[in-house]
T-cell receptor, first 114, second 114 residues
Framework: AQTVTQSQPEMSVQEAETVTLSCTYD???????LFWYKQPPSRQMILVIR??????QNATENRFSVNFQKAAKSFSLKISDSQLGDAAMYFC???????????FGKGTKLSVKP | ETGVTQTPRHLVMGMTNKKSLKCEQH?????MYWYKQSAKKPLELMFV???????ENNSVPSRFSPECPNSSHLFLHLHTLQPEDSALYLC?????????????FGQGTRLTVV
């Protein structure tokens, strides 16, 4: 079965500091796509960053970057220069080509301290 | 605003009521999804529609009945629900079902069954 595991239910970071959220996944597929979504209190699920499995280079989007370790099936999210607006639930998700369905982890609640 | 609109935002219903959730997307996407988000659990995929045809029913009880009259609209008809069905119901859409397509989410309907 395909699963996504986020081992940190909650994380906290000081404003302007850096935080890393962990994600591991289990799959036998070779072609897949990995995502980090952010869900603020408004409940809107917003795409933060994505990574194609066939690309070795880690994706970056401004202050957000990933550490993709394909052999280890690890996909962590690093948030640099954390801002108060980064406080939210963060979900790691995985998508395969066979059905195209998104499989989500349980999420990590990130708090940002001023 | 992601282009996916869900109504109502909040819904309280009795176990004998019949209600419907509505999702509308203005993105020209062909695939639409219903997800259930419960506390402490990963998002659960419920239904997938592609070009108005249902392609996946993830063992959802028959008290949830989806309807997709066209590629822009998706409904979830509810009847004789149970208190454990209380959750956030999220709608999403994507250009297609392929692995490298991004899913856009609505803000969800917070459903409470009393």
């Amino acid at each position: 079965a395909q699963t996504v595991t986020q081992s940190q239910p909650e994380m906290s970071v000081q404003e302007a500091e850096t935080v890393t959220l962990s994600c591991t996944y289990d799959t036998s597929e070779s072609d897949y796509y990995l995502f980090w979504y952010k869900q603020p209190p408004s409940r809107q699920m917003i795409l933060v960053i994505r990574q194609e499995a066939y690309k070795q280079q880690n994706a970056t989007e401004n202050r957000f970057s990933v550490n993709f370790q394909k052999a280890a099936k690890s996909f962590s999210l690093k948030i640099s220069d954390s801002q108060l607006g980064d406080a939210a639930m963060y979900f790691c998700a995985y998508r395969t080509g066979s059905q195209g369905n998104l499989i989500f982890g349980k999420g990590t609640k990130l708090s940002v301290k001023p | 605003e992601t282009g996916v609109t869900q109504t109502p935002r909040h819904l309280v219903m009795g176990m004998t009521n019949k209600k419907s959730l509505k999702c509308e997307q203005h993105l020209g996407h062909n695939a639409m999804y219903w997800y259930k988000q419960s506390a402490k659990k990963p998002l659960e995929l419920m239904f997938v529609y592609n070009f108005k045809e249902q392609t996946e029913n993830n063992s959802v009880p028959s008290r949830f009945s989806p309807e997709c009259p066209n590629s822009s609209h998706l409904f979830l008809h509810l009847h004789t629900l149970q208190p454990e069905d209380s959750a956030l119901y999220l709608c999403a859409s994507s250009q297609e079902l392929g692995v490298y397509t991004e899913a856009f989410f609505g803000q969800g309907t917070r459903l409470t069954v009393v």
